[in-house]
């Protein structure tokens, strides 16, 4: 049997707690085109819970990746697992003939990225970067209207994406690539870019480490993004403060605020404000994780370049280099030019029903009690 006359067979990669409360509960709504059939874990109390709740009997730890792929017939995996270990794993995946769907951020450095880009191009597998809001309604209509001209000629975007960390999540570990940036920061970075459709010519901003959680990462970062035609972007991101998930637009015409803006397992509103009234429009709560696999699973099905593509993922983590430098000499960081002509439209949104609440194995949420 041919791939085309089946489903793409998924390995899941990592079993935290977005894993679990978001990509695997995802195979339920992704039954048109996609099939669990592994898990990778380092937790036998995972492996042996989980196996049970989606009735998998192909289960591995990391060291037993390529025997398990092999074993399952695998096409693709989903990789979830800390930021350090993308690249890794990604090469080992590209090396066993498995497409990639990573999550994001791409991984820690600009070479980083390349690397996984250039190996999945050398054994003719696609890569795919986990950005989820590139399928969702929400965002996509918000990206439209911004492009339609209702709101005038676009001058500012402004976000503010926030949550309390407990201690000793892994994003407060600088081994594992933790911190707010590389985090959250990815969100509104990748947001300005949509909603400019340009790349960011100079960045300036600032990192605070906070108390006793942050001394290996940063707790909260500000950045300003300068774009050409005197466009600009500012946002804060933060580990360490209430949760907040919002991004603005704002145009000679009127704004649009999304609050929330981010999230995966809420509604999303969109607040429009044309000629001083405000209306608002809310989009409820969806399964974001399914349309990835959905559509992951066409491309492959269909021998065809998927979008987020990796260079995607190397446009962010390029910016996220350049933050941390303004940051750490307190001048403007100038950025070399980039060119990206894909950009998300509505053509690209999916909607499937929010996922069942589950209880997570040993992987607590990241937001302190």
Known sequence: ?????????????GAGNIAQVAVLPAFQHAAENSELVGLVSADAEKRAVLAQRYGLTHLAHYDGLERLLADTRADAAYIAVPNSMHRELTERCARARVHVLCEKPMAETVDDCVAMIDVCKQHGV?????????????????IAIARSGRLGDLRMFSSIFSQRVRPGDVRTQGDLVGGALYD??????????????????????????GDE???????????????????VAQFTTSLDAASVSNYRVVGTLGDLRVEPAY????????????GGRTTMHAFPASDQFAPELVYFSDCILESREPEPSGEEGLADVRIVRAIFRAAETGQAVVLTPFERTSRPGLEQALRAPAVDAVEPVNAPPPTAS
């Open 213 to 231: 959680r942050f001394h290996e990462v940063d707790a909260t970062t500000t950045a300003i993004m300068r774009f050409s035609d005197g466009r």
């Open 184 to 209: 959250m920061g990815v969100y509104p970075i990748n947001a300005a870019r949509c909603f400019f459709q340009a790349e960011p010519i100079e960045v300036l901003a600032s990192c605070q480490t």
């Open 1 to 13: 049997m041919t791939l085309s006359e089946r489903k793409v067979r998924y390995v899941v990669i």
């Open 263 to 274: 999230d995966y397992s809420v509604p999303l509103t969109h607040h429009l404000t044309l």
């Open 126 to 142: 696609r890569l795919m970067i986990g950005y989820r809001l590139h399928f969702d309604p929400a965002n996509l209509s918000a």
